[in-house]
């Protein structure tokens, strides 16, 4: 009995060791509601459209269209443009005249030019004529038409260089020796062989309407 008296008294208790359990963080009803709505945000940015919506989206006038109609009326706008221009070219409106027909010289060179009777103007004409008689199966008739067109030529020649004199001297008188732009006389003699219908800028003058 002492013996198990012994054992009882040796026998001492462990201590019960206990363990704590990590405690897992639950995601609320609230953050949750947040997050879905930062999400459908992000994704979406507005929200889904009603049915009454989408119908009248589908009714709106399709791109391609409207791209149509952008440059139709661009195109008709260029065409205004390019009328507008060859109207005010043919006016001689400084605004549209080129580059070479623009300043006061050149305006004065063309109303002279249009103001006088010039050889030149008339060789479409006569090389025409030419041309028809040359057809003619007659030796003779060729020959003479020959002689005619190249007298013509030179007719319309001395005719260029007197006008070429005579309008550098009217320019100098007017706008100075030194101030006589180049290229006067060449740009007097292209107009005076051209038809009087159909020079451009159109005449400002009549026949003999020299300017001063």
């Given amino acids: 009995m002492a013996h198990a008296g012994n054992l009882k008294s040796q026998w001492v208790e462990e201590p ?15 953050s949750s509601d947040a997050e879905t709505e930062a999400r459908i945000a992000a994704g979406k940015g507005r929200p889904t459209p009603t049915r009454k919506e989408r119908e009248a989206a589908n009714k ?3 791109v391609p269209g409207d791209r149509k109609l952008a440059a139709k009326e661009a195109r008709a706008k260029m065409a ?21 027909d623009r300043g006061p010289q050149k305006k004065y060179i063309r109303d002279f030019v249009d103001a006088r009777f010039n050889v ?7 090389m ?39 309008l550098r001297k009217r320019l100098a008188a007017k706008f100075g020796e030194s101030k006589v732009e180049r290229g006067v006389r060449w740009y007097a003699a292209m107009r005076s062989l051209q038809l009087r219908v159909l020079r451009l800028p159109k005449p400002q003058v009549k026949r003999r309407q020299y300017p001063e």
């Fill in 128 to 166: 025409f004529a030419v041309i028809l008689l040359t057809l003619i199966p007659v030796t003779e008739v060729q020959v003479y038409s020959m002689l005619v067109i190249w007298a013509f030529f030179l007719l319309a020649l001395i005719d260029v260089f007197l006008l070429g004199r005579s």
């Fill in 60 to 62: 709106r006038p399709l």
């Fill in 80 to 100: 205004e443009a390019r009328e507008k221009a060859r109207l005010g070219y043919a006016a001689g409106d400084e605004k549209f005249l080129p580059a070479r």
């Fill in 120 to 126: 030149g103007e008339f060789l479409i004409p006569v």
């Fill in 16 to 30: 019960t060791v206990t363990r704590n359990k990590t405690e897992i963080p639950t995601t609320t009803t609230s």
